[in-house]
């Protein structure tokens, strides 16, 4: 099993900052890894999908990059709305695995 | 638009058996691989079971195999969730997820269904 440790577990930033989350995979998953947003009683929302791309309506402040074991996840200036926890998750092989999440809170 | 609407949560006892449903319109369900994740109470995501669209061919996480089974009804465009000898630990809210062409990536989600496992 691929095991993916997401860092920060919290991160506290303020309204127009710049977020980096980092996945770091257990083994090589190519590029085949996405990032999803969720926010408190809601379902997780995809983001990026094959490391790099945005998935559909999703705002180009909004960028993931990597390959291999260890990817990105950057918000380059945050918004009220993009306060919220974050996950990767990868599809290189069986099971399905997804990192344990990173809040970004208000600081 | 797409939506997933999930049914059939609820609590019941360990050992206990329970079937989550979840419909779906606004695409062509028949085409696209689904799949089960669930969320327990305050923690992160664990991808549950997937079903191929093309072979109906099913997948399933250590957790839960033996005791899940995932299906699909094309006529009525509903994929569904058998949860039998359930446990505490599969206490979770439970989504639907509709993966995206060719990747298990998940594109689309229902707004879930809580499984309460407890005597």
């Known amino acids: 099993e691929i095991v993916l440790t997401q860092s920060p577990a919290t991160l506290s930033l303020s309204p127009g900052e710049r977020a980096t989350l980092s996945c770091r995979a257990s083994q090589s998953v190519s590029n085949k890894l996405g990032w999803y947003q969720q926010k408190p009683g809601q379902a997780p929302r995809l983001l990026i999908y094959?490391?790099?791309n945005r998935a559909t309506g999703i705002p180009a402040r909004f960028s993931g990059s990597g390959s291999g074991t260890d990817f990105t996840l950057t918000i380059s200036s945050l918004e009220p709305e993009d306060f919220a926890v974050y996950f990767c998750?990868?599809?290189?092989?069986?099971?399905?695995?997804f990192g344990g999440g990173t809040k970004v809170e208000i600081k | 638009e797409v939506q997933l609407l999930e049914s059939g949560g609820g609590l019941v006892q360990p050992g206990g058996s329970l079937r989550l449903s979840c419909a779906a319109t606004g695409f062509t369900f028949s085409r696209h691989d689904m799949a089960w994740v669930r969320q327990a109470p305050g923690k992160g995501l664990e991808w549950v079971s997937y079903i191929y669209a093309d072979d109906s061919k099913t997948v399933y996480a250590d957790s839960v195999k033996g005791r899940f089974t995932i299906s699909r009804d094309i006529s009525k465009n509903t994929l569904s969730l058998q949860m039998n000898s359930l446990r505490a630990e599969d206490t979770a809210v439970y989504y639907c997820?509709?993966?995206?062409?060719?990747?298990?990536?998940?594109?689309?989600w229902g707004q879930g269904t809580l499984v309460t496992v407890s005597s």
């Open positions: 997820t509709k993966s995206m062409p060719s990747a298990a990536l998940f594109d689309s």
């Open positions: 094959g490391a790099s």
């Open positions: 998750q990868h599809r290189s092989n069986w099971p399905l695995t």
